[in-house]
């Protein structure tokens, strides 16, 4: 059974709890204690700055988007989150649970990250405050007992798929990532493509040069999202590979934890749902376009990265929110640059210029002699008289103050002296 179960890891950075932890999901629904309140970080963080959504939310904040999380669940209490979450479903224990709680907050941040609500006295927000968030639980843990990435059924992810697509979402996150091509998730991607969503994948993190595949970021139609960090430069462990379309922020990235408060998060698990959310401000402003359509818009806009246009460590580029609703695209081939031919040289204008620069150098030089002769002069209108004076004998110069030069150091010539005037 285990084989079957070989594996899509959900990954992302555990920290120890600093509130006492709240209310509990459903009996039973987690296999360990579920991860405690946090506290709330109140300021700006770095990729929200970065991504400048104030200046994209005029053209579109989201409304009438659904976007399906399929991961962790989504505590759909979160102050930051509440009014917006769908109940969902539980795929990953036999029953009929929603999927609206979340035992590890994996599945809370990415949320949050897409869509979470503007907060009195709080930096962060989602990328698409208007959006409805669809939880499809999968797994509820990101770790097993010996530290290692808890492996996913791949049957339960297909299922997710399918039941994201059937309930209307027209984006769908996918926020794990894995090194198996599994037909059944192959199909349920598929099938997610012909009900016309638009399916965004992490990457993953392991940072193997391209040398391993990744999946689901890998299939037709789905956007791989790699990870940067505040210099917009690749994270470490962003993997490389053909199946990156776009990077996003993803190192230490701020984002919603369950039941409250925020915590810092590193992985392109959280690259991905900046994606998502600027994929649903796109699908808000332009209704009639296709998923392939929003995914082609998404790559066209993108800023330029570090690695170049479409490498494997980039792809694309930067994904741009304010480009991506506001810019105007065509599908025209750009047009031919028009031919030159060059002139023949007029040979009597060359012949002219070259007679007058000619003529101006010996001017300069008459010139230069002149005033050299007038300086001359003068220096012996006053030297002769004085050494008349002195009978033609030598003149000694006062001695030099006995006082030490300034050295000043090589890598830092412009240094003020100490106690003297600026130079």
């Not at 810092?264 to 749902?273: N, V």
């Not at 998404?298 to 609703?325: C, F, K, Q, W």
């Not at 204008?349 to 007038?374: N, Q």
Request: glycine share 10%.
């Amino acid at each position: 059974m285990r084989g079957v179960l070989a594996a899509l890891v959900v990954v992302a950075t555990l920290c120890l709890p600093v509130v006492p932890a709240a209310a509990a999901p459903p009996e039973g629904a987690c296999r360990g204690d579920p991860e405690s309140a946090r506290d709330v970080v109140t300021q700006l963080p770095w990729a929200q700055q970065l991504l400048d959504l104030d200046r994209t939310w005029p053209h579109s904040t989201g409304a009438g988007v659904t976007v399906a999380v399929v991961d962790s669940g989504v505590d759909a209490d979160h102050p930051q989150l509440r009014g917006k979450v769908l109940p969902g479903a539980d795929f990953f224990l036999v029953g009929d649970l929603p999927g609206n709680f979340d035992c590890v907050s994996h599945g809370t941040a990415v949320a949050s990250i897409i869509a979470a609500s503007a907060q009195q006295g709080v930096g962060f927000r989602g990328v698409a405050p208007d959006a409805r968030i669809l939880p499809v639980r999968i797994t509820d843990r990101e770790l097993n007992d010996t530290g290692n990435a808890t492996p996913i059924n791949p049957g339960i992810v297909a299922d997710g798929i399918r039941y994201a697509a059937d309930s209307g979402a027209s984006v769908i996150n996918l926020s794990l990532s894995g090194y198996g091509d599994f037909p059944a998730i192959r199909d349920a991607v598929a099938y997610a493509r012909s009900k016309d969503a638009l399916l965004v994948a992490a990457v993953g993190n392991r940072d193997d040069q391209g040398a391993v595949p990744s999946f689901p970021a890998s299939y037709d139609g789905v956007l791989g999202v790699g990870s940067v960090d505040i210099d917009g430069l690749r994270a470490q462990g962003s993997q490389v590979g053909p199946y990156v379309d776009l990077v996003a922020p993803g190192q230490d990235v701020l984002a919603a934890s369950r039941v409250a408060g925020h915590h810092y998060w590193a992985g392109t698990s959280f690259a991905a749902p900046f994606v998502s959310g600027i994929a649903a401000l796109v699908r808000a402003a332009y209704p009639r376009l296709s998923a392939p359509e929003v995914a082609a818009r998404l790559i066209a806009t993108a800023d330029p990265a570090p690695g170049g246009r479409n490498s494997l460590e980039y792809g694309a580029g930067l994904v741009d929110p304010y480009r991506a609703v506001t810019e105007r695209l065509t599908d025209r081939e750009p047009l031919a640059e028009p031919g030159v031919s060059p002139k023949p040289p007029d040979t009597s204008a060359l012949r002219e210029s070259a007679w007058w620069a000619d003529m101006g150098a010996g001017a300069k030089i008459g010139a230069g002699m002149v005033v050299v002769a007038i300086v001359g002069a003068a220096i012996l209108a006053v030297a002769l008289p004085r050494a008349r004076r002195r009978r033609w004998a030598a003149a000694r110069r006062p001695a030099l103050p006995d006082t030490p030069g300034r050295v000043e150091t090589p890598d830092q010539v412009f240094l003020f002296p100490t106690g003297g005037r600026t130079p």
